[in-house]
């Protein structure tokens, strides 16, 4: 954990864009103190309907939505399977 904030600390200037090249067009948002990625789910792209966990909804197949899962977490590659998908709107709204 040290050793990423001090690499990220020395990367100022693109922090978004090295991110973004590492995860695709993940972005990485800072909520509630902890980092996320969120990554951007195209309606082409929904296929499947998900229960949004702000809401408890259903994210329907078709409907623009945001996966999000820990940035920060010590668990690397269960943090992933973790994520969520999000209702845009509520994620924003969280
Ligand atoms: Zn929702």
Do not use: N
Request: aromatic residues 6%; glycine residues 8%.
């Amino acid at each position: 954990m040290a050793a990423r904030r001090q690499k990220r600390r020395a990367q100022p200037h693109v922090p978004l864009d090295v991110d973004r090249l590492m995860h695709g067009v993940a972005r990485v948002e800072e909520r509630a103190g902890a980092e996320w990625h969120v990554q951007p789910i195209s309606p082409r792209s929904a296929t499947k309907a998900y229960v949004c966990p702000s809401c408890g909804g259903a994210v329907l197949p078709g409907v623009a939505h945001v996966v999000v899962w820990r940035a920060d977490s010590i668990f690397g590659d269960r943090a992933i399977e973790d994520r969520r998908h999000w209702h845009t709107g509520c994620w924003r709204a969280r």
